[in-house]
C-alpha cells in the first residue's frame, strides 16, 4: 500500500471521530507488514482526560489484533486542521515503545503531506530499558 493510499484510509477513520468537544478531527492508519490495515480516530469524553488520540486507537487496535512493533510498516496520522497534526505528547511515548523506530509516520490535513519517525519526533526516549530491574 502506497503513502496516499494510506493517508486515504486515515481520511476514512477522521469521519469517525468522537469529537464533539474539540470538533477536531484526527484519523489514523496503522500498515502491517502483512497488508492489513487498522484504522483510529480521536475519541473524546466529557471527563476530557478519557479523550483518546487517533493514532494510539489505530496502534492500539494492531495490538489488540496480536500485532507486535516488527509486524508495523507505517502508519498515516490525518486531521481537518489548519495545520498538519503532530502527534502529542503522550502519543509520541506511546509510539516510541509500540512503533518501529524508523518506521515512516505520515502526517496531512490534505494541504500540506510531512514524512518522519518516532526518533525524529521524540528523541531521548524514557523506554522499556529504564524500566528494568532486577
Ligand atoms: N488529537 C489526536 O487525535 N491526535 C493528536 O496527536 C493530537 C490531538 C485529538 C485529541 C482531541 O480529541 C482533539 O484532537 C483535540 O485535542
Redo the contacts with the bound molecule.
Keep these: 500500500m502506497k503513502q496516499q493510499e494510506l493517508i486515504n484510509q486515515a481520511f476514512k477513520a477522521m469521519n469517525h471521530?468522537y469529537?464533539i468537544?474539540?470538533n477536531?478531527h484526527?484519523g489514523s492508519c496503522i500498515l502491517l507488514k502483512d497488508g492489513t490495515t487498522f484504522l483510529g480516530a480521536?475519541?473524546?469524553n466529557a471527563s476530557f482526560g478519557a479523550?483518546n488520540?487517533?493514532?494510539r486507537s489505530a496502534i492500539y487496535a494492531a495490538y489488540s489484533n496480536g500485532y507486535r512493533k516488527d509486524d508495523i510498516e507505517a502508519i498515516a496520522?490525518v486531521?481537518d486542521g489548519f495545520r498538519i497534526?503532530?502527534?502529542?505528547g503522550i502519543?509520541r511515548q506511546v509510539l516510541s515503545e509500540l512503533l518501529p523506530q524508523n518506521a515512516p509516520i505520515y502526517l496531512s490535513n490534505g494541504k500540506e503531506e510531512v514524512v518522519t519517525t518516532i526518533a525524529e519526533l521524540l528523541p531521548m526516549q524514557f523506554n522499556v530499558e529504564d524500566v528494568k530491574h532486577d
Excluded: L
Design positions: 471521530a469529537a468537544y474539540s477536531y484526527v480521536n475519541i473524546e479523550t488520540c487517533a493514532e496520522i486531521s497534526a503532530a502527534p502529542c502519543c
